[in-house]
Nanobody, 128 residues
């Protein structure tokens, strides 16, 4: 049984930092990529970052490029998202997900429909 459990969300002032974690268990070899998504109130869920093959490749949405870093501890099966220089518009529920390589779907970032497994989400609130 696959389980993804996020933690690390919270409230922070603009310009601050947070590190999200996602503990994964039960994943199979079919899940070649891990990703972070976010959903702000009234908006669709969007892909933020993806890490492929345990770190072989990392891709970021333009909105977070240079500020967020995705990484993976393969020995402990933990996915991280280090977020710096946070902005009000980063406020959202953040989800980790597992799926195939984005290139297998002809894209650079995973979409909702690509991912087979999801965590329950962790809330990030950035005060301006």
């Amino acid at each position: 049984q696959v389980q993804l459990v996020e933690s690390g969300g919270g409230s922070v002032q603009a310009g601050g930092s947070l590190r999200l974690s996602c503990a994964a268990s039960g994943l199979t070899a079919n899940t070649n990529s891990m990703a972070w998504f976010r959903q702000a109130p009234g908006k669709e869920r969007e892909g933020v970052a993806v890490i492929v093959g345990g770190g072989f490749m990392r891709v970021y949405a333009d909105s977070v490029k240079g500020r967020f870093t995705i990484s993976q501890d393969n020995t402990q099966n933990i996915l991280y998202l280090q977020m710096t220089s946070l902005k009000y518009e980063d406020t959202a529920m953040y989800y980790c997900a597992a799926g195939p390589s984005p290139s297998s779907r002809g894209r650079s970032l995973l979409r909702d429909e690509d991912c087979d497994y999801w965590g329950q989400g962790t809330q990030v609130a950035v005060a301006s």
